[in-house]
Nanobody
Framework: QVQLQESGGGLVQAGGSLRLSCVAS????????LGWFRQAPGKEREFVSA????????YYADSVKGRFTISRDNAKNTVYLQMNSLKPEDTAVYYC?????????????????WGQGTQVTVSS
């Protein structure tokens, strides 16, 4: 059983920044692929970013490229999502996800373990 807990969400003005964190309980955290997804009211959950267990590969949705940065600290069992130049359309609940041997990093069905989510609200 892997448990994930997100933090760092909140209310921010357009153009501002937030840094989301996700702490995992897994002892073998370094072997897990990690992803960030978000879901706005009335919309499907969508891919935001992902990072491989080796940290050798990162992936970003086109809508966040150049603004968001994913990183991981295996010593702290934590994955981060640095969000800069936030826009109102970034408003959503953000979820951390993890699994081993992810093949298609952009698909939510690839991930077995999920956090409870953290709310990000960007005002115009």
């Amino acid at each position: 059983q892997v448990q994930l807990q997100e933090s760092g969400g909140g209310l921010v003005q357009a153009g501002g920044s937030l840094r989301l964190s996700c702490v995992a309980s897994a002892r073998t955290f370094n072997t897990y692929d990690l992803g960030w997804f978000r879901q706005a009211p009335g919309k499907e959950r969508e891919f935001v970013s992902a990072i491989s267990w080796s940290a050798g590969r990162t992936y970003y949705a086109d809508s966040v490229k150049g603004r968001f940065t994913i990183s991981r600290d295996n010593a702290k069992n934590t994955v981060y999502l640095q969000m800069n130049s936030l826009k109102p359309e970034d408003t959503a609940v953000y979820y951390c996800a993890a699994d081993r041997s992810v093949v298609v990093f952009t698909l939510s069905v690839e991930y077995h373990y999920w956090g409870q989510g953290t709310q990000v609200t960007v005002s115009s």
